[in-house]
């Protein structure tokens, strides 16, 4: 940071933005607003003047992130104090807001814009933005777009579980979920052979017992019983992981791009770094469309996902949903290599799923029996939902701690400022933030889908919502 910068810094520091004897001050308001604790919206508040500062020595147009975007869109309701006051004597300069005008360009403009404000913050500050305030970009214009004013007199809010895991088993679940509801609300004959041989055990002696508790009995019963399998299996799987310990004498793992980067991000990924690939070999080019590859010149694969690319390419599946669905099947290989070098957890953790099923089978048993004396069944329902869904939060495909290991160390490796390796090496390890500053850049967004839009979808909704903020435009 220049002498100048750092003066401007210094007067950027020394603006309060709290009025002296405001009851409801800046920083309550912005708090309260946002139903943030008071120490964050005081960090938030900070990073907002570092934000300031970037407009206006970073020499390109900068974007906040949405927590540092809501303190500048409240800055600007204090009208008087923010033209007059702050642009005009503190920076000398006004200092324009502009929103997104929405469409694909508009969100591929923000992406990358967000990408080189963060690199200024480094070079700028010689430290990384703080992850819980400046997010990732695929954060930023994801899961942060997702925003909305709820007045909390009429309605709870609460915390929206995460469902990744599910998304990933959805069509292992879907079947079996199908099939229990088919049971319970219209007792589906392609599921009375379970029903039955569920009734068989629990004419048992031993089982007998538990089949004639009381409803709220056997709900406590079941619950306890759940909740012990589940322990259970999370020990097995602590046990498990544990085997997967790094060999002795360690060993110097040399990994190729795609396998470091299922190892780093898993298939998508290994899918967008075979593209870096081809690009930078100039094999393919992305059209104008910003959806679709075509092949320049001829070229060797140099693997079975880019050559995958290239056959999808040539058979006419050119645009980028078809090419990720394409490509899936090549991905095996790099999967089962992970596996066999101790940095890929393997697939056995489905069986483990196995100990709940006579606890399924003893839930369906005694949902009949309800249902025929006509006692209330949508608490036991819903325990035998949490049942069936309960063995996939166990993740079958998943990283061990020696992969862990290797990944960082790799990571070190191809991340350093001495490093000569291809571009695809950093997006393996980094993701596509990687592009932001090459002359791929364009690409980053073509690649990267929004959550909720489909591949196909060119729309962009808002490139960025409320968040797709800039503003150097008088400060440069």
């Not at 300069?93 to 502009?98: A, G, I, K, S």
């Amino acid at each position: 940071m220049n002498e100048a910068a750092q003066t401007l810094y210094l007067r950027i520091q020394a603006y309060s933005l709290d009025a002296v004897g405001a009851s409801l001050s800046f920083s309550r308001r912005l708090a309260r607003e946002n139903n943030w604790t008071k120490e964050y919206s005081q960090r938030v508040m900070d990073e907002y003047k570092k934000f300031i500062l970037l407009a206006m020595v970073s020499g390109h147009e900068v974007s906040p992130s949405d927590s540092v975007d809501q303190a500048w869109h409240l800055h600007l309701t204090y009208t008087r104090d923010y033209w007059n006051e702050f642009c005009d004597e503190i920076l000398g300069t006004p200092l324009h807001h502009n929103p997104t005008r929405g469409g694909q360009t508009e969100q591929q403009k923000y992406w990358q814009m967000y990408q080189r404000t963060l690199n200024s913050y480094e070079r700028l500050f010689k430290e990384k933005p703080p992850l819980d305030i400046w997010p990732s970009p695929e954060q930023r214009f994801g899961r942060d777009l997702h925003f909305v004013r709820v007045n909390t007199e009429r309605y709870w809010i609460m915390p929206k579980p995460t469902w990744s895991w599910l998304r990933k088993k959805r069509q292992t679940i879907q079947l079996p979920l199908l099939l229990m509801l088919s049971a319970v609300i219209s007792g589906c004959a392609a599921v009375s052979p379970l029903l039955i041989i569920a009734m068989t055990v629990g004419e048992l002696v031993w089982l007998n017992d538990f089949m004639t508790l009381s409803t709220n009995a056997f709900l406590v019963f079941y619950a306890g019983t759940g909740l012990a399998l589940l322990l259970t299996t999370q020990a097995l799987n602590n046990y498990r992981s544990r085997q997967f310990q790094p060999p002795t004498p360690a060993i110097q793992v040399r990994l190729s791009a795609e396998q470091l980067a299922y190892l780093a991000g898993g298939s998508n990924r290994v899918i967008q770094t075979a593209l870096v690939a081809l690009l930078e070999q100039r094999a393919v080019q992305l059209n104008e469309d910003n959806m679709t590859f075509e092949l320049v010149d001829s070229y060797q694969p140099q693997s079975l996902v880019e050559q995958a690319i290239i056959e999808a390419i040539n058979n006419g599946r050119n645009e980028i949903p078809a090419l990720f669905a394409a490509v899936q099947y090549s991905i095996i290989d790099i999967r089962d290599h992970l596996i066999i070098l101790r940095l890929w957890g393997g697939t056995e953790y489905p069986k483990i799923g196995l100990l709940f099923i006579p606890l399924l089978l003893l839930g369906l048993a005694r949902l009949k029996l309800d249902l025929i004396s006509g006692y209330p069944v949508f608490p036991l329902m819903a325990l035998l939902i949490l049942t069936v869904i309960t063995p996939f939060m166990f993740k079958d495909d998943e990283r061990t701690e020696y992969g862990d290991a290797v990944l960082e160390s790799l990571s070190k490796e191809y991340t350093s400022s001495n490093t000569q390796q291809p571009l695809c090496y950093a997006v393996a390890v980094n993701g596509l933030p990687a592009l932001s500053d090459t002359e791929l850049a364009n690409i980053a967004i073509a690649l990267f889908p929004s959550p909720k839009r489909s591949w196909s979808d060119t729309n962009g909704g808002d490139g960025g919502g409320g968040g797709g903020c800039g503003g150097a435009d008088g400060g440069a």
